[in-house]
């Protein structure tokens, strides 16, 4: 089944784009979209807790949660493989507490203003529901930044349907590429960015906040 691309996003966006791996004072911190030859590489891994299959690590029969995000943790192909190997120390409590511990640090980093949030640009978050009592399109909880993003949500016999979520301050300017002159629309959790990516040229800019 795989993942759902809004469980995906949330996956890379809590990580920071990091591998989550650590173990005493072994401390992975390799990022996972590495930029050659101005080509995006993809070097992450979505990495199963509880196993995908009949035979893999940590596999449980009966687990209805397995392509969900609380079930993947985000990983280098090195420590995947390392998890996988050493079943026995890198038990399914392990992963989650090695993963938790990762989001934490990413967002304490973002807070310190060590590490920029995670920018979502050109998405469509899409979510289709029926007979619920509360659907979500998509949910914010940390700082980031969102660029040219459209929630869209498709409710039947919804009681409470929101498309978009957040507990942060929500911010939405228009602002104008100072390279290509074309304008796009900017919304983010928290103080507006001091800069942002044209959608367009991709060139950066300096953002007026005044």
């Not at 807790?49 to 035979?55: A, D, P, R």
């Not at 509360?134 to 409710?155: D, F, R, T, Y």
């Not at 304008?183 to 906040?209: M, Q, V, Y």
Request: with cysteine; aromatic share 4%; net charge neutral.
């Amino acid at each position: 089944m795989g993942l759902s691309e809004h469980d995906r996003k949330i996956l890379w966006a809590k990580a920071g784009n990091r591998c989550s791996y650590r173990y005493g004072h072994d401390i992975c911190d390799e990022e996972l979209v590495l930029l050659d030859n101005r080509e995006d590489v993809l070097v992450g891994e979505e990495c199963h807790i509880v196993g995908e299959k009949l035979g893999s690590a940590r596999y449980i029969a009966d687990f209805s949660e397995r392509d969900t995000y609380s079930n993947r943790i985000l990983l280098c192909r090195k420590h995947h493989k390392v998890i996988d190997d050493n079943e026995r120390t890198y038990t399914i409590k392990k992963l989650r507490t090695m993963k938790k511990e990762r989001e934490k640090s990413i967002s304490e980093r973002i807070e310190r203003k060590e590490i920029k949030p995670i920018v979502i640009k050109d998405s469509v978050f899409r979510t289709v529901v029926k007979n619920a009592d509360e659907a979500i399109g998509m949910e914010v909880n940390e700082p980031a930044q969102l660029s040219n993003v459209k929630s869209e949500l498709i409710a039947d016999n919804v009681r409470k349907a929101t498309g978009f979520s957040t507990n942060q301050g929500l911010t939405s300017i228009i602002t104008t590429c100072s390279n290509c002159n074309r304008t796009f629309p900017l919304a983010c959790t928290g103080p507006p960015p001091s800069r942002a990516i044209c959608p367009h040229c991709e060139k950066e800019n300096i953002i007026d906040t005044r």
